[in-house]
C-alpha cells in the first residue's frame, strides 16, 4: 500500500515564498547589514507573504474558534491572543544566514499590528510614497511571521504525522531535531 501525504496549499505557498527568498539571496547578503535594501522583488515578497498572513491568521482564528469573524490584523491578534496566548513569542530562525526574528513580539503590546505589517500597508497602498518600506527587514519579517502561523495552524497535523514539511531556510528552533518536526505539548 502506498500512502500520500499531503501538502496543505498554505504550505506549497510558503515553499514557493521559501524559494525566492533562497534566489534572492544570491544577489543580496540576507544579513542585519542589508536589512533597509529595498527592491521591487522585496517589494512582491513583502506583498505576497503578507496576503497569506491574512488568509491563514483567518483561518487560524477559526480553528481556534469557530465563531470567530476577524476580519483584520487587529481582530487576528484578539482571537490569537485569546486561544494561544504564547504565540507572540514565537520564534523564527534561518540558521544558514544566522538570523532569528520574533515577527510576532509587537502583539505583546498595545500595538495592534506589527511593524512590518504596518510597512505591507504602506507599500500596498501608498508605494509612491512609501516604497523604501519594501526592504529586506519586512519582506523576511513577513515570511517569517507566515511560517509561524503555519506551524501553530498545522500544529495537530503535524504531531499526527499527517503532515510533513520540510523548509529549507526557516526554521523554529524549538521544534526541529535530525531534520524532522517535533512539537512540545
Sequence with gaps: MIMALIAPTHWNYFLSLEDDIDHLSRFIELTETNFGCFSLELARILL???????????????????QSKAQSIGKYKEGILKGNPGFPDTVVEMPRFGLVFTPW????TNNPSPYWWQSYNKVKHQRHTHFERANLKNALNSVAGLFALLMHYYQNQLNTGQYQFDPKTFRRPELFHDGLVLFKE
Design 48 to 66: 505576497t507573504a503578507s496576503s497569506e498572513v491574512d488568509v491563514v491568521a483567518k483561518q487560524y482564528c477559526k480553528a481556534l474558534d469557530e
Design 105 to 108: 513580539r509587537e502583539w505583546k
